[in-house]
């Protein structure tokens, strides 16, 4: 099963709302990732942090690496209509086998 | 250049069938990931390859779940005897080298193949 808890499961937001999400893991990771995933299709990667403490911003995107390398989040400020959709954190240890949190699902609303 | 394709994107059977769902990386890529996905959950890590050798196959649930590449490029995956269980969208996901900690080793997802067993 999965190891990894993500919060919260599900966001409302008004259009132009900050919106932070955040995964904890009983394991240390190397790797964090944030996926976004639409209706349809495959998750897709927002951002990546190598090392702890590491601070990543992509546009209106920021994540981190949390220093005990258990934890990330991910925030994003000014919301708009197209950052709809699921919200998923990963870690990886190694070369493979990169476990997934179950998702935050946002909902922005105009 | 052209993204992880999947084929079918949907693919209904019914229970004790045998399918086969296929996908085809970034050209280039060495490594290739199959992940099953089921509603509501993120998508679980099934079997990885490196090149045409499977390198990690600890996530396959059963026997009855089997993955190849025998070119070290397109790869498929085959289910015997379904069950409505197996009901998920399957992922297929590819990097440049599969080693992680590196910017090269990015996992690109394609649109997956949504299996419904009846």
């Known amino acids: 099963g999965q190891q990894l808890n993500q919060s919260p499961q599900s966001m409302f937001i008004q259009e132009g709302e900050d919106v932070s999400m955040n995964c904890t893991s009983s394991?240390?990771?190397?790797?964090w990732l944030w996926y976004k995933q639409d209706p349809g299709e495959g998750p897709v990667l927002l951002i990546a942090l190598y090392k702890a403490g590491e601070l990543t911003s992509n546009g209106r995107l920021t994540a981190q690496f949390g220093i005990t390398r258990k934890d990330s989040f991910l925030n994003i400020s000014a919301s708009i209509p197209s950052d709809v959709g699921i919200y998923f954190c990963a870690g990886q240890e190694g070369d493979n086998d990169m476990r997934f949190g179950a998702g935050t699902r946002l909902t922005v609303k105009p | 250049g052209a993204g992880v394709s999947q084929t079918p994107s949907n693919k209904v059977t019914e229970k004790g069938k045998y399918v086969e769902l296929r996908c085809d990386p970034i050209s280039g890529h060495t490594a290739l990931y199959w992940y099953r996905q089921s509603l509501g959950q993120g998508p679980e890590f099934l079997i990885y390859f490196q090149g045409t050798g499977a390198a990690d196959d600890s996530g396959l649930p059963n026997d009855r779940f089997f993955a190849v590449r025998p070119e070290g490029s397109v790869s498929t995956l085959k289910i015997q005897r379904t069950e409505r269980g197996d009901s998920a969208v399957y992922l297929c996901?590819?990097?440049?080298?599969?080693?992680?900690?590196?910017?090269?080793?990015?996992?690109?997802f394609g649109p997956g193949t949504r299996l419904t067993v009846l």
């Open positions: 996901a590819s990097s440049h080298t599969g080693t992680s900690g590196r910017k090269s080793d990015t996992q690109y």
């Open positions: 394991s240390i990771f190397n790797t």
